[in-house]
């Protein structure tokens, strides 16, 4: 009698990878360069624009991502958490001076 054991890999993260749409890849780059004070990499993948944001394998990352099949950005779409670090004050600093907006209340 011979049995079979499968393996389920270990999971880490439920995502991996998150795209977030924009218009405007060049202004939406500075912006979030200026607010993580961090450069982001950009690159082309087929018709798609992407701005691959700072992270570091094996964990979670994303890009601004602009072309013309990407859904439009939406205030009602996807909401993302960044990290900001230890401390908010400096990253909300460094978003407002860019153009941003804080639009509900702050979470610590």
Same mark, same amino acid.
């Given at each position: 009698m011979t049995t079979s #054991? #499968? &393996?389920?890999? &270990?999971q880490h993260n439920a995502i991996n990878w998150f795209e977030i749409p924009v218009q405007d890849i060049d202004r939406a780059q500075a912006f979030y360069e200026a607010m993580l004070g961090a450069p982001l990499q950009r690159m082309v993948m087929g018709p798609q624009t992407l701005a691959v944001l700072p992270y570091t394998e094996p964990g979670t990352g994303g890009a601004l991502v602009a072309g013309a099949h990407i859904a439009p950005p939406s205030a009602q779409g996807t909401l993302l958490y960044l990290?900001?670090?230890?401390v908010l004050d400096p990253t909300v600093a460094r978003a407002l001076a860019a153009g941003g907006k804080l639009v509900g209340e702050r979470v610590n």
């Open positions: #054991t #499968t &393996t389920t890999p &270990t990290n900001a670090g230890a």
